[in-house]
Structure formats: C-alpha cells, structure tokens
C-alpha cells in the first residue's frame, strides 16, 4: 500500500557534486589472466538531450505555500514524494497470481541473480560483464567508440566501478559501437588491461530514453548485476511502449533510507520527483496539441472547457512530455531546485525480502514491479489529493465518479476513465492512510489483480505496465505517447481445403490484438461476411472455414492496441481446392 507525503515547503537550493575523480595507479601487476569473457549485452538508441538553459536557482520555500505559480519561464520546482507500504499475508492462501520459485541450493530465491543473456536491451545503454580476477579488490572500467581508446566515453575513463563483473553503460548514442576494458585493482596496485569487449546500440533515432544513474548502493551491493538487471529491464519496457523525444534522468538506490535520510520502515519502494506548477490553460493547450493516439483522442474530448483549478502540478518528466520548460529539479538527497540532475529518484528498500528473477517466491516481493511503480510516479501519474493544495495534477483530469460527473475528492467512488466517465478503467483509492493516484485493491494478500500501479504491495506477485493496461493509458492520456504498433507482415495459409485454409502474420512488439480482412477481391472492395475487421485477440494465425471449392480470396491484417491501429499488412491470396 502506497502514501503520498506533502510537499516540503522548507526545501531551498543546494549545490551539489557528485563527480567521480579516479586517479590511475602507476605501478605494475601481473597481466590480465587469459580467460573467457562471457559477454552479454543492451543496446538502445539515445535520442538527442533535452537541451537545459541556464538558471539561477530559487528556493522552493518561496513556492509551496499556496501553489499559485504562473506558468513564466523558468519554472521553479517544489518536492513530490510517494511510498510504497505492504498489503497483509493471508496464511496459507494462493491464487493463479501466486507464483512461487525454489531456491537454488541452499541460497534464498532473492539471493540467486539472474543469467546475464537474460539482460533486456535499451536505447541508449548496454551491460559491460567480465570475468572475476582472483584477488582483486576492485575493477576500472573505459568505454570508447574507438578500438584503440584514443578518445572515452564521458565519465568512462579510469571509472572506478567496485568489486563487481558487471555495470551497465548508459546515456549512449543510437547505431553506435562501443569498445570497453577493464583493470583489476588490488593494495599492491593496478593490473594491466583486459582484452576489448564491443556492444552495438540499436539505430532507433526516436523514441524515450531513460538515463539510469546507480547510486553507490547499488554498485557496491554483491547483488549489484541483479538490481541493475531489474532495472534495465523496466526501463527496456518503457522505452518500447512510448515514442516521447525525451530523456528522463533518475537515479536509483537500494537502501533501507530515503534519499534525505530517515529510514524508510516497513515501505517497499519509494520515489522522488521534483513538481512544477504550469498555468491550467498552458498546460491543457499543450495536452491537446499533444494528442496522438486513440486514447488521445477520446480523452480531449472529455477535457473541461472552463478552468477546474489555478495551475497543474506536473512533473518535470510530465511536463517536457507536453513540451514545457520543466528541467530535472533532484538533487541526489532530495533537495529540489533548478539545476538538480534529477527528474526523479527511485529507491527500493533493501530491507526488504526482493526477487530479483521471475516468477517472485511466497515471500518475496518482485523488483521489477515496483521499480515500474516508481517510474510511473515520476514520469507524472499521482493525484493532487496526495499532494496537498487546491491544483490539479495531470491525472486528476480524468478522475470521475459516473459518467459527466467528475469527482476531485476523498468523498465516494472516484475512478480512471478517458470518455467522460463512460468506460471505468479501474478504481482510484480512497483510503486516506494511501496514496490517491493508486488504484483501489485489496489490503489482503494475494490479490486477484496485482497491477503494477495498486495501493497495496503482495509479495509472489508481479505484474508490468503494457500498452493496454490502466497505467499505460493513464501515462498515454497525460502526455506521453504509446507506440502504436507496426504493421506485422501476413503470411502463406497452410491447411488448404475446398472449404477453408489457415491464415498466418508474424507478431508484433507492442501490439495486444490484431485485426483480419478476407475479401474475395484483391482491392477488398467488398469483404467476406464477418471477416471486416475481425479482432482476434492477441494470436498470429486464423482458421477460416465455410469457403467455396476452387475460389480465390485475399486476406490482410493489422496490428492494434490502446494507442491505435497499424497499417495494412501485404496481401496473401489463396484458392480453396
């Protein structure tokens, strides 16, 4: 179960730095032993960095009293907090979202780490993994885009990175290829370089990037290729699901502690994020002109035609999303003020029993699904509820309680629909001991949907964000941009009789159903009875039956989710026999 905190009003600027400054030992080691490296990696394009002007810091003190900020450029961000609190274990009791691993051996599920080939790819990063040095103390890391190293990567030279194997490479150009080394390091000094390693990012040129930061937590934990592995994989999701050109910076940390210090109890997980308070007609103007997908459309038209509230509290993810100067606002102990690093800081609580691999044991609790959790919360989904104050928040738009009648408060039945409060995609909470921009769920576990987004953590259960579930949507309608899916490609039918065949297509990423064509016209100028637009559900292949013998038909399909419809297929043609 989730609690949002209020705004820290007494939060001022502070300038901090923290650059990492390795200094090369000079004296010789042993060579690097020749060994076999396994090497395992992502690779995903970065797009072009949201460009920051400069600006002189002001102190969020001066803002946070009555949230009335007008939408003038810079904007000037004030704190945003959210926790992540545990539902209660019924003994004994299991569902078919009960899922449970045996441990490897002796070691707890949560202690074994996941195979590095399961790694999931980004657009902008890769895993560098090596192999152990016996002795060694520690590991320097170069990554250049130049075999010989004559040029490095920023802040991959001499990169101090621990006594780990493995450390993921982030904030990279798309299409490019990457060269990486190591040293052992040890008291007695340095050892000589390892043999060149290469990684590829993917040539994607569009789409959003998330820019990881590790803090200290994470790269000095023996479970530090596990945590990473996690959290490459949210962030691979992410990436395929939203076309957005930005890039959203967030550190992560694994630590029994908030940012600022004070010990997170029984939370799960938490976030941080700085929040930004634009004029109600800037930002609903900039939300319809940001309207691309179905669920786009449908949701401006449910858009208010007068002011509800003063501004919109957004976050600076949320708010470049649309187009407004929102920079990153965190610095990495929680202090906001222009020029923090940060749209976000993302914390699991290492006091906590967490799966690192699928499916979660009885008593662990999943990673993966609670750092998508956090990320939704600074990418923007939260209610004003939880805030404080008498502004919306970008979700607080699309919060009713029957059709026409939109509800902002605590009081009755409140929840997520995009038509008017026509269709009720899921229940917001109402318990006021929670977080108001979770979804209703049951304080019990297990629960019957563990959706990423519920106000109540279950350990054995796991769940993601998808192009067709509620968070997706929610992140869609408040101004990020689902991938609406490429055509998949149609293929030969097979089982070919007087009276049918089967039609086959490929699948496609992001794609939750598909939609069949026949016509027994190649230009489909006239469509086979019941077979004009047909929604089969997420399945690549149709048996279709009831044909003429000796006829030709044609068949195309097209690929579908939430965002949208794709494109025309190719044409298969046919002849019964």
């Not at 399945?539 to 419809?565: D, F, K, P, Q, W």
């Amino acid at each position: 179960m989730f609690s949002d905190e209020q705004n820290d009003s007494t939060r001022g600027q502070l300038a901090i730095s923290s650059q990492n400054r390795n200094a090369a030992c000079a004296f010789p080691m042993a060579n690097w032993p020749r060994k076999r490296v396994l090497v395992f990696f992502f690779a995903g394009p970065l797009l072009a960095l949201f460009a920051l002007g400069f600006y002189r810091g002001v102190s969020a003190a001066a803002q946070a009293p009555t949230q009335n900020q007008t939408s003038s450029a810079p904007f000037q961000p004030v704190a945003g907090e959210h926790i992540s609190r545990r539902g209660d274990v019924i003994p004994e009791t299991k569902t078919g979202a009960i899922y449970e691993q045996p441990p490897a051996e002796n070691l707890e599920p949560s202690e074994v780490a996941p195979p590095r080939s399961v790694m999931a790819p980004t657009r902008s990063s890769f895993m560098a993994n090596w192999e152990s040095m016996s002795g060694a103390t520690g590991y320097r890391l170069d990554v250049s885009t130049s075999p010989s190293f004559n040029s490095f990567v920023s802040g991959y030279e001499n990169l101090d990175v621990g006594n780990i194997t493995s450390r993921i490479v982030s904030g990279l150009r798309p299409g490019t290829n990457y060269y990486y080394r190591v040293r052992a390091y040890a008291v007695l000094g340095i050892a000589s370089n390892s043999k060149v390693m290469t990684a590829t990012t993917l040539a994607t040129l569009t789409g959003l990037v998330i820019h990881p930061t590790f803090d200290v937590s994470i790269t000095g934990n023996l479970k530090s290729a596990a945590i990473q592995s996690v959290i490459n994989q949210a962030i691979a999701r992410y990436q395929s699901l939203f076309k957005d050109p930005i890039t959203v910076s967030i550190l992560f940390r694994y630590s029994n502690k908030a940012p600022k210090g004070t010990l997170l109890g029984s939370g799960v997980s938490r976030s941080d994020f700085p929040i930004y308070f634009i004029a109600w007609s800037t930002f609903i103007n900039a939300l319809k002109a940001d309207a691309k997908t179905a669920n786009d459309t449908a949701a401006k038209a449910s858009l208010p035609a007068s002011a509800l509230s003063t501004n919109i509290a957004v976050s600076s993810a949320n708010g470049r999303a649309v187009g407004q100067i929102t920079p990153p606002g965190m610095f990495a102990n929680g202090t906001v003020a222009i020029g923090g690093p940060y749209d976000g800081i993302v914390t699991l609580n290492s006091g906590i029993s967490y799966a690192f691999i699928r499916p979660p044991s009885s008593s662990n609790y999943d990673a993966q699904r609670q750092v998508e959790h956090e990320t939704d919360e600074v990418l923007g989904l939260g209610s004003r509820l939880s805030l404080g104050g008498t502004n919306l928040r970008p979700q607080d738009l699309f919060s009713w309680s029957s059709a026409g009648h939109r509800n902002f408060t605590s009081s009755g039945t409140r929840y997520f629909s995009i038509n008017s409060g026509t269709t009720n995609i899921v229940n917001f909470n109402q318990n006021a001991s929670f977080d108001f921009g979770d979804w209703l769920s049951s304080t019990s576990c297990p629960q019957t949907k563990p959706y990423v987004q519920n106000a109540f953590v279950c350990p054995a259960q796991y769940s993601d964000v998808t192009a067709s579930s509620a968070e997706g949507i929610n992140l869609d309608v408040i101004g990020y941009n689902l991938v609406i899916p490429a055509a998949p490609a149609a293929k030969l039918a097979t089982n070919v009789t007087n009276s049918g065949f089967t039609a086959h297509w490929s699948s496609v990423t992001g794609a939750t159903s598909y939609r069949l064509d026949i016509s027994t016209s190649s230009t489909f100028s006239s469509y086979l009875s019941g077979y004009q637009n047909l929604d089969l559900g997420n399945v690549i292949s149709r048996n279709v039956s009831g044909l003429s013998a000796g006829r030709s038909y044609y068949y195309r399909v097209r690929a579908h989710n939430s965002a949208g419809t794709s494109g025309n297929s190719n044409v298969i043609s046919v002849t019964t026999l």
